[in-house]
Every structure is written in structure tokens, then in C-alpha cells.
């Protein structure tokens, strides 16, 4: 079983950039899809990216398309979500799990980290 940890989040002005991480322990990292949800007060978690076990694919909401890259090393048992042009709608929490194609397959959450985008 593989268990994640997220980091990156902070505060930022619209417009600037963030690169999240989501750090993977255990040797079966390799093996999943790796996708990026976030949550919003008041708001149900919502799908931001995904990206496959070898990175061939790759998944983006349509809300992120062109501004959000996801991607991953294995190497480093990391998956990264760059994220550019940031929108105050961008402000959540944001968190990784395990998925097939874009649902995750994982019902344990982790703490996420905090993205918050000022206007």
C-alpha cells in the first residue's frame, strides 16, 4: 500500500505560480495513477489532474486545462502539479491519492495543503 503527503500550498497573488508535490512511501508507487483533488469551503472535492503510472497519460479538468501540469518521478516516488496563471477560484485544499483513470481508489484522504490565490 502506498501512502502520500502533500506540500507546496501558500499563499499567492493571482497570476503567480505554485508547484505542489505529492511525496509517495512504500515500493509500489510505481505501480498506481497518481491524481490531484482539491476542496473548497463549502464545496464538495473535485478533480483537478491525473497522470498514469509511467506518465503517458495525462487528465485535466477542464477549469485547469493549459495552466495546471502534472507530473512525476519515480525515481523519487514524487508526483509535482505545476501550477501557473492562478485564479482566487483556484483557492482550495488540495490533495493527492491513488486513482484509476481520474477516480481515486483510495477512500483515506490525507491533510492536503492549503492553496490560497488573493485577487
Known amino acids: 500500500q502506498v501512502q502520500l503527503v502533500e506540500s507546496g500550498g501558500g499563499l499567492v497573488q493571482a497570476g503567480r505560480s505554485l508547484r505542489l508535490s505529492c511525496a509517495a512511501s512504500g515500493r509500489t508507487f510505481s505501480r498506481y495513477g497518481i491524481g490531484w483533488f482539491r476542496q473548497a469551503p463549502g464545496k464538495e472535492r473535485e478533480f483537478v489532474a491525473a497522470i498514469s503510472w509511467n506518465g503517458g497519460s495525462t487528465y485535466y479538468a477542464d477549469s485547469v486545462k493549459g495552466r495546471f501540469t502534472i507530473s512525476r518521478d519515480n525515481a523519487k516516488n514524487t508526483v509535482y502539479m505545476q501550477m501557473n496563471s492562478l485564479k482566487p477560484e483556484d483557492t482550495a485544499v488540495y490533495y493527492c491519492?491513488?486513482?484509476?483513470?481520474?477516480?481515486?481508489?483510495?477512500?483515506?484522504w490525507g491533510q492536503g495543503t492549503q492553496v490560497t490565490v488573493s485577487s
Open positions: 491519492n491513488a486513482v484509476t483513470g481520474t477516480v481515486p481508489v483510495s477512500g483515506y
